[in-house]
């Protein structure tokens, strides 16, 4: 699994380089990109895109993902819905307007040497069941689309969208049924809706399963969870990566550990995720 063991590089720091040095001196293998000093992924200009590429390949590491914001909007914005980070990106706009937003991603996939590009699921609505044809409508358009260009859809269980568990994701993507879109699972996510990650959102995402972030949470009430460093956590990940070997799982791993600890830097929590998964594999062994 190490050898497939990357992370999001803000998860480091907001400065660009000082996270690729710190995940070059760690021996991740590969990065996600999500911020860049500040700026989202998807504002980079094609200059920037190709700045990225090039320090990151001169730290020895390569971009697995985009991770993307496409989707982080409601499907009409005459409803309320909920609402999450967007990281930087206008969270405005509307479904037609992300579906030229992917447009952009595939031109910075090119850019970044990736296929893969994370997206969601669109603002939770009051009863998304009611809207799921809907939603799927979007999801196959953007399928079709990245079908087209060679890309990878990582469709994410997000807590604030409409996939918010593992049981919804698994079935948007089934019912999209595209090779073009697949799952992103974050277990961590499923703990912060109060549901058992592993093994049962395991289960209901692994056939569509493309993609891992690794994160851990500690669940103690509706809207009272906390995420802490992989291993503390609520998610078994001693079983949740046991059964993704013997599931023969060969996609990557992201850290996305979304933990800083009281008065430290992000680049601490981040450090304590990495300590704390490869005790883990140290116990499976």
Same mark, same amino acid.
């Given at each position: 699994?190490?050898?497939?063991?990357?992370?999001?590089?803000?998860?480091?720091?907001?400065?660009?380089?000082? !996270?690729?040095?710190?995940?070059? +001196?760690?021996?991740?293998?590969?990065?996600?990109?999500?911020?860049?000093? &500040?700026?989202?992924?998807?504002?980079?200009?094609?200059?920037?895109?190709?700045?990225?590429?090039?320090?990151?390949?001169?730290?020895?590491?390569?971009?697995?993902?985009?991770?993307?914001?496409?989707?982080? /909007?409601?499907?009409?914005?005459?409803?309320?819905?909920?609402?999450?980070?967007?990281?930087?990106?206008?969270?405005?706009?509307?479904?037609?307007?992300?579906?030229?937003?992917?447009?952009?991603?595939?031109?910075? !996939?090119?850019?970044?040497?990736?296929?893969? =590009?994370?997206?969601?699921?669109?603002? #939770?609505?009051?009863?998304?069941?009611?809207?799921?044809?809907?939603?799927?409508?979007?999801?196959?358009?953007?399928?079709?689309?990245?079908?087209?260009?060679?890309?990878?859809?990582?469709?994410?269980?997000?807590?604030? /969208?409409?996939?918010?568990?593992?049981?919804?994701?698994?079935?948007?993507?089934?019912?999209?049924?595209?090779?073009?879109?697949?799952?992103?699972?974050?277990?961590?996510? +499923?703990?912060?809706? &109060?549901?058992?990650?592993?093994?049962?959102?395991?289960?209901?995402?692994?056939?569509?399963?493309?993609?891992?972030?690794?994160?851990?949470?500690?669940?103690?009430?509706?809207?009272?969870?906390? /995420?802490?460093?992989?291993?503390?956590?609520?998610?078994?990940?001693? &079983?949740?990566?046991?059964?993704?070997?013997?599931?023969?799982?060969?996609?990557?791993?992201?850290?996305?550990?979304?933990?800083? $600890? $009281?008065?430290?830097?992000?680049?601490?929590?981040?450090?304590?995720?990495?300590?704390? =998964? #490869?005790?883990?594999?140290?116990?499976?062994?």
């Amino acid at each position: 699994m190490l050898d497939r063991l990357g992370i999001i590089t803000d998860e480091v720091s907001p400065d660009f380089n000082e !996270a690729l040095q710190w995940i070059q +001196e760690k021996g991740l293998r590969h990065v996600e990109i999500r911020m860049v000093d &500040g700026k989202n992924i998807m504002s980079l200009t094609d200059e920037e895109a190709i700045s990225v590429r090039r320090r990151v390949e001169a730290h020895d590491l390569y971009v697995s993902a985009i991770a993307s914001p496409v989707f982080k /909007c409601p499907l009409d914005r005459n409803r309320p819905t909920a609402s999450g980070d967007t990281f930087g990106q206008s969270a405005e706009e509307d479904a037609d307007a992300h579906l030229r937003l992917l447009e952009r991603a595939f031109e910075l !996939a090119d850019l970044l040497d990736t296929s893969r =590009i994370r997206i969601f699921s669109f603002w #939770r609505e009051e009863m998304p069941e009611q809207f799921e044809d809907s939603i799927v409508h979007y999801l196959k358009k953007a399928a079709g689309a990245a079908d087209k260009q060679g890309k990878l859809l990582l469709l994410e269980n997000e807590p604030s /969208c409409n996939g918010g568990c593992a049981e919804e994701v698994g079935r948007l993507a089934k019912k999209t049924a595209s090779p073009a879109l697949k799952v992103l699972w974050d277990p961590g996510n +499923e703990v912060y809706l &109060g549901r058992k990650a592993f093994p049962d959102g395991y289960e209901a995402v692994k056939h569509q399963l493309a993609h891992v972030h690794l994160k851990d949470a500690v669940f103690r009430g509706p809207g009272e969870a906390s /995420c802490v460093p992989v291993g503390r956590g609520q998610v078994d990940y001693i &079983g949740q990566l046991q059964a993704l070997e013997q599931d023969g799982y060969e996609g990557l791993f992201t850290i996305e550990t979304h933990y800083v $600890p $009281p008065g430290g830097t992000a680049a601490e929590g981040s450090a304590l995720t990495l300590q704390g =998964i #490869r005790k883990l594999l140290a116990k499976e062994k």
